[in-house]
Structures are given as structure tokens and as C-alpha cells.
């Protein structure tokens, strides 16, 4: 079983930064995908940002050259360093894995994320 767990999350005016962090056991298991997904108030989740065990990263075009998702393996955890930060990018945050396979396809896809986690909320006031 795979556990995650996001820290992170707080207030912030628009065009501050933010940096969350995701607790994750995947990296015990290669090949993985993981990635970060966001809900608004009357939004879907959206993925925004994915990365596997070949360090090949994919963004959204809303968060693209404002997000960076980042690894480090040896301490398990998954980062996600936003700046630049719009009211629009007010959510739950959260953190998703999948074991056996990269994300070279539909990393930013909901249905192919396995694991889950509870979520950090991101509130941007303008």
C-alpha cells in the first residue's frame, strides 16, 4: 500500500509563493508516476504538474512557467514550488501516485492515479 501525505498549504496574496510538500512511499517502487492535482470551489480536479522515476516532468498550461514539481527520492518526498500565485489558483491540493508505469501517458489524468492523498488547501486572496 502506498501512503501520501501533503504539507504545505496555507494563505497567500496574489503573486506570493507557496512551496508543498508530499510525504510519499512510492519511491520504494519503480517505474512510478506521481503528480499534483488541484479542485477548486465548483471546479473538477485538475492535474497540473507530474513526474516519474525517469525524472520526465509534465505541466498543465494554467500552471506552466509559474509551477515547478520537483523529487528527492532519498527522503521520500515530492515538492511542488509555485510562484507567482493568482486567486484562480485557490484549491485542495493534492498528491497522487501510480506504481508499474511512468507517466509518459496521462500522468495529468485523474483515472490513472491509484493513490491519494487527503489534500492541503491553497487560498490565494487578491
Known amino acids: 500500500q502506498v501512503q501520501l501525505a501533503e504539507s504545505g498549504g496555507g494563505s497567500v496574496q496574489a503573486g506570493g509563493s507557496l512551496r508543498l510538500s508530499c510525504s510519499a512511499s512510492i519511491y520504494d517502487y519503480t517505474p512510478y508516476c506521481v503528480a499534483w492535482f488541484r479542485q477548486g470551489p465548483g471546479k473538477a480536479r485538475e492535474g497540473i504538474a507530474s513526474?516519474?522515476?525517469?525524472?520526465?516532468?509534465t505541466y498543465a498550461d494554467s500552471v506552466k512557467g509559474r509551477f515547478t514539481i520537483t523529487q528527492d527520492s532519498a527522503k521520500r518526498s515530492l515538492y511542488l514550488d509555485m510562484n507567482n500565485l493568482k486567486p484562480d489558483d485557490t484549491a485542495m491540493y493534492y498528491c497522487a501516485a501510480v506504481r508499474w508505469r511512468t507517466c509518459t501517458t496521462g500522468g495529468l489524468e485523474a483515472r490513472i492515479q491509484t493513490y491519494w492523498g487527503q489534500g492541503t488547501q491553497v487560498t490565494v486572496s487578491s
Open positions: 513526474i516519474d522515476s525517469r525524472d520526465t516532468t
